[in-house]
């Protein structure tokens, strides 16, 4: 029956993936001198870190692994431990309460890794900097690799950062 | 009978709207603590106003609302969490923010306040930051007991706040929360912002019902100024409002399928949220319709294809989703996971006033969309089970799934011509509104006060998830570890609309 299921309902979703973001590749090549180069293929695994967003990106970051996106045939997959990562994918403002938290995770992460800020709030606090209860955006916690901006930026736009990230590291 | 008619209280606020507020003293609020721990009535908010603490109540059939406010000397009131639970944590927060003290409250710890601000009660009399104290979680007696705590950064792809989970072997014995982590002061933002800048923090207060919030925010400026919106607006409002109710649904059905390992509902389930969030985009130009609605109206128009975008969409999910619901109920192993797991009794959720499909699959039929337009003008049904287990919070999305399907019609059937937007009165004198707002997870309140120039003095966002956080302690109890995924997923409560 499940197989009735998987044969009848849809053909093939997957779209062809977009053309890396050329803003992103720019500010790649500026930070890769900082970090040791290692050859890894063109697969990364990504740790994704709240650091007190909204939760508007976490909705579309989860998008790329829909049918449409489908991620993990681009070679990109996500993981539950930093340990296993190369890549921290952090969204929202840092908030206060969230800062440990966050350079924990950033500490147990083994080299070489890369930081993306995903998101407007990431960049800078966006909306809530000003906060008494926010310390500013994750490049004011931990080192960052590239900004993904969006409010939240869409899968595609996701996609094409996360792209930008692997032609570079590879 | 009138709510306020059983609590002694000296007049109403004259500029509060829609519902009453009156001011009590302590002879009206052990009243209401009373009706409150007598289940006459239900605790709908309770939030600080320094010097004031202000607590919204409903009547148990729902039939009225009041707001009632007790001016704290000395900065204290008496707890109503000493004879009313669902107020326990509401009570610490409002410590936390405001110093404002509880007296005999059953738990003096801390609740948003994780000891990393460098200010204390900070909508308050500030004060320097103390040296934070080690916070202690609740103390466990018994034999062959362990601990595994959780978080605050958790393995998927979710939001963070901790879970200290007691167990006996795969046995959870008590699983204790601590939230706060998301906390970004958004009150204290709204303290003198314009309604233009409080529409874009109240929007992102929890991402996931961006439209539910501003949606709140709107009406609660629109009571408060007497704004009416043209009747188009509060059509496409309902339009916004239901699409972002199927968006989550359908992203929620097939997540907690997920967490009992059926990843087929997932993949499925995720391909309808995707059809969801593109006819938002083609009709009103954000997946998320982030900023669409705002106090008058909404901000954009139905794109000239959204119409056939939207028959797209419901056609399609015609075809598909009944053979999801088909494949859920069908699959014995998964039935064997979500049935009779992590249930919530009817008392409980009526005790604590819990909303949404947590409420609502626990035999509490509360819907707050009975009380503003547009649905007052469409016919839904609001269903109900009473089982409270994961299997009953998945079928009652599965059947508001159904009802929004119909309800999105009704608004393409007879979607009103005329403006989107009418500009909000200027009062030139304070004035008070309160808004309760069905988001995909349950009820939103809002409570504003503008100035004389129609800056925000004050605002309060209280999530649906206040009243059902803590009811996923009870409902994990006695299951085992490996099940807390799926209970908390078919909770799906809210970390950032909650520590706002």
Redesign the interface.
């Known amino acids: 029956m499940r197989h009735s299921l998987l044969d009848s309902l849809h053909g093939p979703l997957t779209e062809p993936a977009p053309a890396p973001d050329a803003a992103g590749l720019a500010e790649l090549a500026q930070s890769v001198n900082r970090i040791a180069r290692v050859k890894l293929g063109r697969s990364l695994s990504i740790r994704q870190v709240d650091a007190g967003s909204c939760n508007g990106c976490e909705l579309e970051i989860h998008a790329l692994s829909n049918a449409f996106y489908d991620l993990e045939r681009l070679g990109l997959r996500f993981v539950a431990s930093p340990r296993h990562a190369d890549v921290l994918m952090v969204t929202g403002p840092v908030t206060k309460n969230m800062r440990e938290a966050l350079q924990r995770t950033y500490n147990a992460t083994p080299e070489p890794k890369w930081v993306i800020a995903v998101g407007a709030c990431a960049a800078d606090g966006g909306i809530f900097s000003r906060s008494y209860a926010v310390e500013g955006g994750v490049k004011d916690v931990v080192p960052v690799d590239l900004h993904i901006p969006g409010c939240p930026p869409n899968p595609r736009q996701l996609l094409a950062g996360l792209l930008a990230l692997l032609q570079n590291a590879s | 009978m009138a709510l306020l008619d059983s609590i002694a209280h000296t007049g109403t606020a004259k500029q509060h709207k829609p519902w009453p507020r009156a001011e009590v003293s302590d002879d009206g609020w052990a009243q209401a603590i009373e009706l409150l721990s007598q289940g006459r009535c239900t605790l709908l908010g309770l939030w600080g106003d320094a010097p004031a603490v202000h607590m919204a109540l409903i009547a148990a059939d729902f039939g009225d609302i009041a707001v009632i406010t007790y001016i704290c000397k000395d900065g204290s009131y008496p707890s109503v969490a000493a004879r009313h639970a669902p107020a326990g944590k509401l009570e610490r927060a409002i410590r936390d923010l405001y110093g404002l003290d509880a007296v005999d409250a059953p738990d003096g710890r801390t609740w948003l306040d ?1 000891g ?4 204390k009660h ?1 909508l308050g009399k500030r004060g320097k930051a103390g040296k934070p104290k080690p916070y202690q979680f609740l103390p466990v007696e018994g034999e062959g007991l362990h601990q595994i705590p959780v978080g ?2 958790h ?6 706040g901790h879970f200290r989970f007691t167990c006996n072997g795969e046995h959870v014995v008590r699983l204790e929360q601590r939230l ?7 009150e ?2 709204m303290q003198g912002a314009s309604l233009e ?1 409080g529409a ?2 109240a929007g ?5 019902s ?1 439209v539910a919030y501003a949606f709140a925010f709107a009406s609660a400026v629109e009571a408060a100024t007497q704004t009416v919106v043209p009747p188009r607006a509060t059509y496409l409002r309902g339009l916004m409002a239901e699409l972002e109710r199927l968006a989550n649904h359908f ?1 929620d059905i097939g997540a907690i399928c997920n967490d009992a390992s059926f990843a ?1 509902m997932l ?2 389930c ?2 309808l ?2 059809h969801t ?1 593109r006819a938002a985009q083609t009709c009103f130009g954000h ?2 319709m ?1 900023d669409s609605v705002v106090p008058g109206g909404v901000a954009r128009d139905l794109a000239e294809d959204g119409i056939a975008s939207l028959h797209a969409l419901l056609a399609e999910v015609r075809r ?1 989703f009944p ?1 999801l619901v088909e ?1 859920y109920d ?1 699959t014995a192993s998964l039935q064997d996971r979500t049935v009779t797991t992590g249930i919530v009794k009817p008392d409980t959720v009526r005790q604590w006033g819990a909303g949404g499909y947590v409420g609502r699959a626990s035999g509490r039929g509360f819907d707050a969309r009975r009380l503003y337009a547009p649905y007052d003008k469409l016919t839904f049904d609001v269903p109900v089970r009473d089982e409270g287990d994961v299997n009953a919070r998945i079928w009652i999305r599965i059947r508001e799934v159904e009802q929004s399907l119909a309800l999105i019609e009704q608004i393409l059937g007879n979607l009103p011509a005329g403006n989107i937007h009418a500009p909000v009165k200027t009062k030139a004198k304070s004035c008070e509104g309160l808004a309760l707002l069905e988001a995909f997870r349950g009820d939103v309140l809002v409570w504003l006060r503008l100035d004389a120039q129609g800056t925000i003095e004050r605002c309060h966002l209280r999530d649906a998830s206040w009243f059902q956080w803590p009811l996923l302690e009870t409902a994990i109890k006695d299951n085992i570890v490996a099940d807390f995924p799926l209970c908390n997923k078919s909770f799906n409560c ?3 609309g909650h520590d706002a």
């Open positions: 994780l990393f601000w460098s200010v900070p605050p950064v393995a998927g792809i979710i939001e963070p706060g982590y998301v906390h970004k002061g958004i204290q933002l800048q874009k923090l992102r207060t929890s991402g996931d961006t992203g087929i993949a499925q995720g391909i949220r995707e969030l997946r998320l982030m598909v053979r494949l069908s809210s970390y950032s």
